[in-house]
């Protein structure tokens, strides 16, 4: 764990990946994560060229606590399999991004817990 000005919150990192070879979708050009954690500035994912995946480690997210993201699949909100659950968007940033599901428009969860 990382301290920061002298608080115990501490940083986290995570990987983000994106598959869509699982998903059978077509090959995208462009993969990008954006959250609360980026101040919903884009950061890429990198392409796999030998199994077409896409993944990105994200170091020094704030610690315990829940942020809000998405995956930007060619620049549009796409779903994330892998998040830890879903919130309603706050603001207008937040809803820019959302995707719309049966309950409304909605982000994804990451809760960035550290020990």
Same mark, same amino acid.
């Given at each position: 764990? %990382? ?9 986290? $990192? ?8 699982? $998903? #059978? @979708? ?5 993969? @990008? /994560? =954006?959250? $609360? ?8 994912? %990198? ?8 993944? =990105?480690? %994200?170091? $020094? !997210? @704030?610690?315990?606590?829940? #942020? #809000?993201?998405?995956?930007? =699949?060619?620049?549009?909100? #796409? =779903? ?6 879903? /919130?309603?968007?706050?603001? +207008?940033? +937040?809803?820019?991004?959302? !995707? ?16």
């Amino acid at each position: 764990m %990382v301290k920061r000005n002298g608080d115990r919150k501490g940083t986290y $990192s995570k990987v983000f990946r994106y598959n869509p070879v699982a $998903s #059978h @979708e077509k090959q995208p050009t462009q993969v @990008e /994560v =954006v959250g $609360s954690f980026t101040n919903w500035q884009p950061i890429p994912l %990198v392409r796999n060229p030998q199994d077409r995946t896409w993944q =990105v480690s %994200v170091d $020094s !997210i @704030e610690g315990n606590k829940t #942020h #809000h993201y998405m995956l930007l =699949v060619d620049g549009k909100p #796409h =779903v994330d399999k892998m998040c830890d659950g879903y /919130v309603a968007p706050h603001g +207008e940033i +937040e809803s820019r991004y959302a !995707i719309t599901t049966a309950r409304g428009p909605r982000l994804f969860l990451l809760f960035a817990q550290t020990k």
